[in-house]
């Protein structure tokens, strides 16, 4: 007789007598059950729990009757505000190869270096220049209207106010002796067109000839002396044009440095004084402090700003003689022998100061002469 297959005892559901279902084979599955699960694990419920849910009833899968399909897992584990707490104390825990677990220390990060917003550097820079522009125009208005006090260095005053009134002074002779240039173009030109019908006529008039060739002869001396005296005008108009237009006035630059300075250190110099004057208490004395410090910053930068103005005062003055002294001597002697009829004083005058005149009509020099 063949022999039957062994079957599980879970695949057959047996019946008592009385049409009832015999439990005696699912207790023997069960007591099987248990002995293939790990032990420290109950057979009634199986538990699964993680330091990542708030309690024991989070996450567990119950293994109770087995009815032929194995149980559904929870499909959304949802963690929970103690889970994140534990899991942030253990991944603090490291343990090395030796077993031993060591507990490092959490904390907030802080940057050593901070990023700096060029949006609110740029807003800072506003703030302070509006703050700055305000002092300055309610000092300026103060002073104005007879209210605020301002610093004085009256020798330097005096030596400001005579440069500006020299500059007028010298710009009305520079406008002068441009016109005086102007002029005398204009005088020798038509002296050259002049001299130049004379000469045409001397020719074309036979009876006539020597009295238009005398005077073709002189007035083309005269456009040439005239020349003469025009190339020491305007080498004199440049000399002066360079002193008003840009060594003056490259000190009349830092005279106005020099005043807005003043006025800085007026404004804040005002602004402490009036906190001296308040209470002292714990919020008035950082401000105070503060002032204090800007005071001195301006204070600073005031002296300094008045020793360059007194400096370039005085090598101005310097160099204001020297050249007027040069120019002046040219004008007069130039002005000397040309209407003295004196070519040659005329001419070395014009070698005196290293003059070179241009030809009206001459070859440009080429580049091997320039160079």
Same mark, same amino acid.
């Given at each position: 007789m063949a022999q039957e297959s062994p079957k599980h005892p879970a695949a057959e559901?047996?019946? =008592?007598?009385? /049409?009832?279902?015999?439990? =005696? @084979?699912?207790?023997?599955? @069960?007591?099987?059950?248990?002995?293939? !699960?790990?032990?420290? !694990?109950g057979?009634?419920? =199986?538990?699964?729990?993680?330091?990542?849910f708030d309690s024991a009833t989070e996450g567990v899968v119950e293994a109770g009757a087995h009815g032929g399909s194995p149980p559904p897992l929870p499909s959304v584990l949802s963690p929970s505000r103690v889970a994140a707490s534990r899991?942030?104390?253990?991944?603090?825990? +490291? %343990?090395?190869?030796? /077993?031993?677990r060591t507990q490092t220390k959490s904390g907030p990060v802080i940057l050593a270096d901070e990023i700096k917003n060029p949006a609110m550097e740029k807003l800072e820079l506003v703030r302070k220049w509006s703050l700055n522009t305000y002092k300055c125009t309610?000092? +300026?208005?103060?002073?104005? !209207? /007879?209210?605020?006090?301002?610093?004085?260095?009256?020798?330097?005053?005096?030596? +400001?106010?005579i440069l500006r009134d020299n500059k007028k002074k010298y710009e009305n002779i520079l406008k002068l002796a441009q016109t005086l240039s102007t002029q005398l173009f204009q005088m020798v030109h038509t002296q050259r067109q002049l001299g130049d019908a004379f000469a045409d006529l001397s020719l074309k008039s036979l009876e006539l000839h020597e009295e238009f060739g005398y005077n073709a002869d002189t007035q083309k001396l005269l456009a040439k002396n005239g020349e003469t005296l025009l190339g020491a005008i305007?080498? $004199?108009?440049?000399?002066? *044009? =360079?002193?008003? *237009?840009k060594t003056i006035e490259d000190t009349l630059m830092t005279v106005k440095q020099y005043e807005n300075a003043r006025i800085e250190y007026d404004a804040y110099r005002t602004d402490l004084e009036e906190l001296n004057l308040g209470p002292r208490d714990a919020n008035t004395l950082p401000k105070i402090e503060q002032?204090?410090?800007? $005071?001195?910053? @301006?204070?600073?930068?005031?002296?300094?700003?008045?020793?360059?103005?007194?400096? &370039?005062?005085? $090598?101005?003055?310097?160099? &204001?003689?020297?050249?007027?002294? *040069?120019?002046?001597?040219l004008f007069h002697n130039a002005i000397a022998a040309y209407f003295a009829g004196n070519q040659k004083q005329?001419?070395? %005058? !014009?070698?005196? $100061?290293? +003059?070179?005149l241009k030809t009206p009509g001459g070859d440009a020099p080429s580049w091997l002469e320039e160079q």
């Open positions: 559901i047996p019946v =008592t007598s009385n /049409g009832e279902v015999d439990d =005696t @084979h699912e207790h023997g599955y @069960h007591r099987d059950l248990k002995r293939s !699960l790990p032990s420290g !694990l057979l009634s419920e =199986t538990q699964m729990t993680s330091h990542g899991l942030a104390q253990e991944s603090d825990v +490291i %343990t090395p190869a030796g /077993g031993q309610r000092q +300026i208005i103060s002073e104005k !209207l /007879g209210r605020g006090s301002r610093t004085v260095d009256l020798e330097l005053e005096a030596q +400001i106010d305007n080498f $004199f108009i440049a000399s002066v *044009n =360079t002193l008003v *237009n002032s204090q410090q800007l $005071f001195q910053a @301006h204070k600073e930068k005031y002296d300094k700003m008045r020793n360059d103005v007194s400096i &370039k005062l005085k $090598f101005l003055e310097e160099n &204001k003689v020297k050249v007027l002294h *040069n120019q002046l001597v005329l001419e070395q %005058t !014009l070698k005196q $100061f290293h +003059i070179k």
